[in-house]
Nanobody, 124 residues
Framework: QVQLVESGGGLVQAGGSLRLSCAAS????????MGWFRQAPGKEREFVAA????????LYADYAKGRFTISRDNAKDTVYLQMNSLKPEDTAVYYC?????????????????WGQGTQVTVSS
C-alpha cells in the first residue's frame, strides 16, 4: 500500500514556473513507476509524464516535452514535476500516481495508487 500526497500547486502568471512534489509513504515506493496526470474543469484526466522506478526512463505527453521535467528522489520517497513556461491551458488539478508493475504508462487505468491532487492555476 502506498499513500501519495501532492504539494506545490498554486497561482502563477503565464511564463512562470512551479515545482510539484509528491511524497509517498510505504516501503516499496522505490520499486514503483510514478506518473503525473492532470484534469482541467470539464475535461477528462490526461497524462503528463511518467518515470521508471530508478529514474532512468521517462515518458512525456507531447505538450509537456521541453517544458516539464519529471524526476524522483527515492531516498526521500518523493517524485517531482518541474513545470516551466506555464500557459493558461496548463490550469488543472495535478495528480501523482504509482504503478506497482513499473510499466512507465501513459494510461491512468494502469496506475494503482493516486494522490488527492494539487491545484495549478496559470493566469494570462
Amino acid at each position: 500500500q502506498v499513500q501519495l500526497v501532492e504539494s506545490g500547486g498554486g497561482l502563477v502568471q503565464a511564463g512562470g514556473s512551479l515545482r510539484l512534489s509528491c511524497a509517498a509513504s510505504g516501503r516499496t515506493f522505490s520499486s514503483y513507476a510514478m506518473g503525473w496526470f492532470r484534469q482541467a474543469p470539464g475535461k477528462e484526466r490526461e497524462f503528463v509524464a511518467a518515470i521508471s522506478w530508478g529514474g532512468g526512463r521517462t515518458l512525456y505527453a507531447d505538450y509537456a516535452k521541453g517544458r516539464f521535467t519529471i524526476s524522483r528522489d527515492n531516498a526521500k520517497d518523493t517524485v517531482y514535476l518541474q513545470m516551466n513556461s506555464l500557459k493558461p491551458e496548463d490550469t488543472a488539478v495535478y495528480y501523482c500516481a504509482a504503478d506497482r508493475k513499473n510499466r512507465l504508462a501513459g494510461t491512468d487505468r494502469l496506475y494503482d495508487y493516486w494522490g488527492q491532487g494539487t491545484q495549478v492555476t496559470v493566469s494570462s
